[in-house]
């Protein structure tokens, strides 16, 4: 293939990731302030812990699904996958839309009864974690299909910054609806939002092929219960510990500041007023999504460039610092301290995440096996910190943020431990089989040789 036509067709799939971005930007400009302020709006409305255990409904679900997630996702059209994950998405916004209009306009019974809002956040959440791994896993092989080898990391890390983006807007919508409007207008501007993004994934384009780019390594058509051997082999070879410990790491840090930091940030807050302590919220995630989207665009110029494996032992410590300044604000009380820990959490897990998508699609050559891996170890982390979060104590917060941080101490030192030798970083999983076969072909020569002579 000559030089132009690689470029063509690069570009070609350029377009179709930034829209594929503007896609998810769209969407999670209703989803993120959706998601990230449930715990907080939740527990204003009466309904305790409910967006916590909403967490774990929903992590417990992303793991179960990604244990069957590369039998059935080429089973499955790449859109209406998409648009059925989408849904359950949707269905989230509306029963905070639900909660925020009985509670505005006062209005009992029926679908606005208690019990039928518990329900509908619970089926809701089961749903959306069946159909997420699904939905990251089609989308993390769609990008890295788009990208070359020479531009993984740069295409990763566009579509991750458009992810990141949305929250600014998202963040912005909260802060001036929560803070001069009440919640129900709230939940009412995500879901105009939300109908917008379902309408644009409608037109998203399969990716145009490299004819020189190899397929990743596995069978294409496997039983479920081949499919299940296969998760379960992965998940055993010394090989992908190194990374395994990061995905986890990931889930433990990223449900953090999912279920947490807004709780955290609120209490930094000296005011009784539920507006004022949700604008202050919403501005920290503000700068989140900056950070986010900041370290997006730079993270996979980086990983291209220079070592993608220490750089992944560098976003794990940034992830650290992060907790450091978290824990710093809550002792101190401390709201601008607080803000900085926003930024500094939008930074390091964007960092984290797109490095480890960039790892699969250069190292392990996009195999789904381990998009589908990395969901269900981030849903272990993910479930381990809301669990630890439901049933801790309300005054205990600090407590709460030290055994985090001793967690992702011991996960980091496990990552070390396991962390590929240097001269065998830069090599994909395909380079290092092809030279393990030509090791084992000269080894043979030589041996044949040998009974000649």
Known sequence: MSLSSVEAIRKANLYRVVYLGVCNMTLFIAHSASQNLMPQIYKQLGYGR?????????????????????????????????????STRITMII?????????????????????????????????????????WL????????????????????????????????????????????????????????????????????????????KE??????????????????ILMKPRYFFIFFVMVFSGVGGSFFCSFLGIAVSSTIDSTDQNVINEGVAFVFILLSVGGVSTGLIIGRIADKYDKIKIMGYTML??????????????????????????????SDTSVNTVISIVIGSRFNGAPELFSAYRFLNGVGCIFTTLLGIFMAKDAQIFYIMLIMGTLLVLQHHYYKYEPLKDERGKSLLQMQEEKLLLEMKEMHSHRASITV
């Open 50 to 86: 409910l967006g916590q255990i909403n967490f774990f409904i929903l992590y417990f679900g992303i793991m179960l699904a990604s244990i069957v997630a590369t039998h059935y996702h080429k089973k499955i059209e790449v859109k209406t996958g998409l648009l059925v994950s989408i």
């Open 95 to 135: 029963a905070g839309f639900l909660a925020t209009y009985c509670d505005k306009y006062n209005v009992e019974g029926g679908l606005c009864s208690p019990s039928f809002i518990v329900v509908l956040n619970l089926v809701g959440s089961a749903c959306f974690g069946l159909t997420t791994s699904l939905y």
């Open 138 to 213: 089609w989308q993390g092989i769609y990008v890295n299909q788009c990208a070359d080898e020479s531009v993984k990391g740069t295409f990763n890390g566009i579509f991750t910054s458009f992810i990141a983006s949305s929250g600014i807007l998202s963040y912005i919508i909260a802060t001036v609806a929560l803070g001069k409007t009440d919640k129900f207008t709230f939940y009412c501007v995500l879901l105009f939002f939300a109908a917008i993004a379902y309408v644009l994934f409608w037109f998203i384009k399969p990716p145009v092929p490299y004819e020189t780019v």
């Open 216 to 233: 990743p390594l596995h069978v294409p058509e496997k039983t479920l219960r081949e499919s299940l051997k296969t998760f379960v082999d």
């Open 318 to 347: 940034a992830i650290q610092c992060a907790m450091i300044v978290t824990l710093i604000a809550t002792i101190l009380r401390n709201y601008q301290i607080a803000v900085l820990s926003g930024l500094l959490w939008g930074m």
